[in-house]
């Protein structure tokens, strides 16, 4: 019985933290931005965000290449939206504001020194 009421606090602090214990959120973010749904955010926007080509073609207007927009300084906000709406080339993803704010920190750590 005394071991218990040793171990109780532990079992009490793992209860306040259970996504630390498992996975950090900046884990969860990459993960998510990595493989929301299938596709990649990584495939248009870059793997920081950065923005990349994703297409380039040739029609009567000459070359045309066809690019996924640097995120790295939206808002969150701003990025909440662009992922709950609808676009000509990029998919609908339909995450959570939750999921998207994981995102978005993801990129704030990883872009950092980008953003100073």
Not at 20 to 30: A, C, K, L, Q, R
Not at 56 to 68: A, F, V
């Amino acid at each position: 019985m005394k071991i218990l009421w040793l171990l109780l606090p532990l079992l009490l602090w793992s209860e306040e933290n259970p996504t630390e214990s498992f996975i950090s959120d900046y884990e969860y973010g990459e993960m998510l931005y990595n493989n929301p749904r299938g596709v990649s955010c990584a495939e248009c926007h870059g793997t920081s965000g950065e923005g990349k080509t994703i297409i380039q073609y040739q029609d009567i207007h000459g070359k045309e290449e066809l690019r996924g927009s640097d995120i790295r300084k939206k808002s969150l906000m701003e990025m909440i939206r662009a992922v709950n709406s609808y676009h000509k080339v990029m998919p609908r993803y339909y995450l959570s504001d939750d999921e998207v704010k994981m995102i978005y920190n993801y990129l704030q750590k990883k872009n950092k020194h980008y953003l100073k």
